[in-house]
Nanobody, 128 residues
Framework: QLQASGGGLVQAGGSLRLSCAASGRSFSNYAMGWFRQAPGKEREFVAAISWSMWNGATSDYADPVKGRFTISKDNAKNTVYLQMNSLKPEDTAVYYC????????????????????WGQGTLVTVSS
């Protein structure tokens, strides 16, 4: 299971850190992703991270969040984080974490269908 937390109401320009705690199994050999869904819109990719013994961590971001968001993974805690800085009203959405099997990063980790496990979502609201 994946449990997302950390959402809330923040003013534009502010920061939030989302957490996604995994339980029931180890996700150390899984890529982890964050997606978001705004009202009336489709779920969209935000960020993903994978880790391999040979390449270390590989992360990727959607263009709208590059330079503002940072994804990280703590295998010891079975937790993935999304640090969100310089938030904008258009970042308002329900944010979901997800896990997909695989250690080597692939561009298809941007696709929701690649992921086997999903958290319940946490709402982020950015006021202008």
């Amino acid at each position: 299971q994946l449990q997302a937390s950390g959402g809330g109401l923040v003013q534009a320009g502010g920061s939030l850190r989302l957490s996604c705690a995994a339980s029931g199994r180890s996700f150390s050999n899984y890529a982890m992703g964050w997606f978001r869904q705004a009202p009336g819109k489709e779920r969209e990719f935000v960020a993903a991270i994978s880790w391999s013994m040979w390449n270390g961590a590989t992360s990727d971001y959607a263009d709208p969040v590059k330079g503002r968001f940072t994804i990280s993974k703590d295998n010891a805690k079975n937790t993935v984080y999304l640090q969100m800085n310089s938030l904008k009203p258009e970042d308002t959405a329900v944010y979901y974490c997800a896990a997909a099997p695989g250690s080597y990063y692939s561009s298809n980790f941007k696709l929701p269908g690649r992921y086997n496990y999903w958290g319940q979502g946490t709402l982020v609201t950015v006021s202008s």
